[in-house]
């Protein structure tokens, strides 16, 4: 797993109309700048230069750091709550999808949560973790994701409900086979 304290930065990801990402997140502490802002997890345009903040689709806030959010225009209070009690010292397998260039669907554990029709901002970079961090900018802020990563994999294509819940079911029960 990786666990990184400021952040990851993937290359060379797709921003086309239909794609699907999934991971295994764990968090160590759930601690945030502030309620209303919360920590970010996941952008989807992570330019070294230029990199739009706004387009955070997965982060968490609350008093505590306990409402995991996805979607949202821009920051992440705008997110649906996903996960209202996002705990630390767990596992959580999530799979974001999006086609038809607008559609998003989010999915915990194997199951889908929401599905939200927006615009993001995306680029063929990604952040994990802190977007002002992994900048350089030296943002000492606490906005970014104090955890793990694991079992990344990416598909061009938007994978189905079943494939979703087969790829959880593949990986809880087998380890970390993502093909059974």
């Given at each position: 797993s990786l666990d990184y304290a400021n952040g990851i930065q993937l290359t060379s990801m797709p921003n086309s109309s239909a794609w699907?990402?999934?991971?295994?997140?764990?968090?160590?502490?759930?601690?945030?700048?502030?309620?209303?802002?919360?920590a970010g997890i996941l952008w989807l345009d992570?330019?070294?230069?230029?990199?739009?903040?706004?387009?955070?689709?997965?982060?968490?806030?609350?008093?505590?750091?306990?409402?995991?959010?996805?979607?949202?225009n821009g920051w992440i209070s705008d997110g649906s709550i996903v996960e209202s009690s996002f705990a630390e010292q767990q596992w959580y397998h999530m799979v974001i999808t999006k086609s038809n260039s607008t559609t998003w669907k989010f999915y915990l554990n194997?199951?889908?949560?929401?599905?939200?029709?927006?615009?993001?901002?995306?680029?063929?970079?990604?952040?994990?973790?802190?977007?002002?961090?992994?900048?350089?900018?030296?943002?000492?802020?606490?906005?970014?994701?104090?955890?793990?990563?694991?079992?990344?994999?990416?598909?061009?294509?938007?994978?189905?409900?079943a494939e979703v819940s087969a790829i959880y079911t593949a990986q809880n029960t087998n380890g970390n086979r993502l093909i059974t």
């Open positions: 699907s990402f999934s991971f295994q997140l764990y968090l160590h502490n759930d601690q945030i700048w502030s309620s209303s802002d919360g992570g330019r070294t230069s230029g990199g739009a903040a706004g387009s955070v689709i997965l982060g968490y806030d609350g008093n505590s750091g306990d409402n995991l959010r996805f979607g949202g194997g199951s889908l949560i929401t599905t939200r029709t927006e615009t993001m901002t995306e680029s063929a970079t990604w952040m994990i973790g802190n977007y002002s961090r992994i900048n350089g900018n030296g943002n000492a802020n606490a906005h970014y994701f104090r955890g793990k990563v694991d079992e990344l994999a990416i598909w061009h294509r938007t994978l189905t409900a």
